[in-house]
């Protein structure tokens, strides 16, 4: 969805209080930043494997019929010629002639000719490949050129054979992976919204050809209840249908699951029906025979279809933070509300003095529970003072 050059004093305020907290930095600081790329500190890092470690709980382990795997991020270029992302991978970006920002044309109004920031006239669209290249392998042996990868469902659909063959699984049944992508967008901010360098949360369901419509539903309720489980505002959330010149190259039923960001309703994660198109395109290209033996079905022959569930971590992490988000005009100060079962820290022991019988009982108590929790010990400065970081980095006072 949207990305417009403007600032939301909520937004402001989260990116300051994620720095002062340590949730977040821009990465290479220090040398001035680099452009859409984050690093996670200390309670960022915590919150975002909160995430992630209930994303791997509810969708892999809890379930008989959904195996994880973790496959490499480096892959042979010919996975995304097969994949469509060599010919269709691009989006068309315009730019404005006088003060340069670049935009996607189809996050603009349709028929706009001018920018939205300063009014200057736009260029004609130009397709911007969002595939970042490098090589494999030294020049002098002749190198050869391959991509980061830009999503993880393609690790999934190259090893098919080998999950069925390893795994005794039955239709339907699904694989799932989480990892790094990246992707050179040509408009990036919104903080984390959209940067180069993100992490998926994919899940690739496969089924017998037929069952998309009941299985896209299925998959659209579960997901939108995932999120609220992380404890986000059941109102803040909704799920949208593509129409149909939303589609991607390779769906034809698409769901959205949509935060109400402070900047509009945007997506977090897409759940999408694929058909058989991933499948077939690898038996194409590679001339594998990705397929599955139905043995219910007198071995008949086949290749399932597949519905998708992509979502990006940090973008759930930011719905996360932002819905979390509040200010607390009265006593001005920030608290960030967090579910305990996302929270970056779950308890924090407080001894009134330092150097006191009660610090050492406090000190004593926190290294019990620190097996146990993620445990914050702080005996710096005033109760006021301690608890007021406590607000920001979502305690929850009990
Ligand atoms: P958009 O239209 O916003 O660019 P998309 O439809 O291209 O997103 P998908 O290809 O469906 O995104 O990717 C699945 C999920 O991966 C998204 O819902 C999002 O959570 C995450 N994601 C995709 N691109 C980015 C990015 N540049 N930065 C952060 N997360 C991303």
Same mark, same amino acid.
Request: glycine share 8%; aromatic share 10%.
């Given at each position: 969805m949207v990305n417009k050059p403007v600032s939301y004093p909520v937004m402001e305020k989260l990116i300051a209080l994620s720095r002062r907290r340590g949730f977040l930095f821009q990465s290479s600081e220090i040398y001035d930043g680099i452009n859409a790329v984050y690093d996670y500190g200390p309670m960022g890092v915590e919150l975002k494997r909160n995430i992630k470690d209930l994303w791997w709980r509810d969708m892999i382990t809890s379930r008989e019929d959904i195996l994880g795997m973790d496959t490499a991020i480096?892959?042979?270029p010919r996975v995304w010629e097969a994949s469509g992302h060599v010919t269709n991978f691009h989006d068309p970006m315009v730019e404005c002639k006088k003060c340069k920002r670049r935009y996607r044309?189809?996050?603009?109004?349709?028929?706009?000719?001018?920018?939205? #920031?300063? #009014?200057g006239a736009l260029t004609e669209p130009r397709q911007f490949d969002l595939m970042f290249r490098t090589k494999l392998g030294s020049t002098a042996e002749g190198a050869l050129d391959i991509y980061l990868r830009p999503e993880t469902a393609q690790g999934i659909f190259v090893n098919f054979s080998n999950i069925v063959s390893s795994s005794r699984v039955k239709l339907p049944f699904g694989i799932g992976q989480l990892g790094k992508a990246f992707r050179n967008e040509i408009t990036t901010g919104?903080?984390?919204?959209?940067?180069?360098e993100f992490e998926q949360m994919e899940m690739e369901y496969f089924i017998r050809p037929g069952e998309n419509a009941e299985w896209l539903d299925y998959w659209s309720k579960e997901r939108l209840k995932w999120y609220r489980s992380l404890g986000i505002r059941e109102e803040k959330l909704r799920l949208r249908q593509h129409a149909e010149d939303e589609?991607?190259?390779?769906?034809?039923a698409c769901y959205d699951v949509e935060y109400a960001f402070p900047y509009g309703y945007s997506e977090i994660e897409g759940i999408a029906d694929r058909g058989t198109y991933d499948l077939q395109q690898h038996i194409d290209h590679s001339?594998?025979?990705?397929?599955?033996?139905?043995q219910e079905n007198r071995g008949e022959k086949i290749v399932p279809a597949v519905i998708e569930t992509s979502a990006g971590v940090d973008r759930t992490l930011l719905a996360v933070m932002t819905d979390a988000f509040w200010e607390d005009e009265a006593n001005d100060r920030i608290v960030m509300r967090f579910s305990p079962r996302v929270a970056p820290f779950k308890v924090a022991v407080f001894p009134t003095f330092q150097k006191s019988r009660d610090a050492e009982v406090a000190r004593k108590l926190y290294e019990e529970l620190r097996p146990h929790f993620a445990a914050f010990y702080d005996d710096g400065g005033s109760i006021g003072k301690r608890y007021r970081r406590q607000d920001e980095i979502g305690r929850r006072s009990a």
């Open positions: 480096l892959m042979h044309q189809d996050n603009l109004p349709e028929g706009q000719e001018t920018c939205p #920031g300063c #009014g919104n903080f984390i919204f959209r940067t180069r589609l991607a190259h390779y769906s034809t001339r594998k025979k990705l397929q599955y033996v139905d």
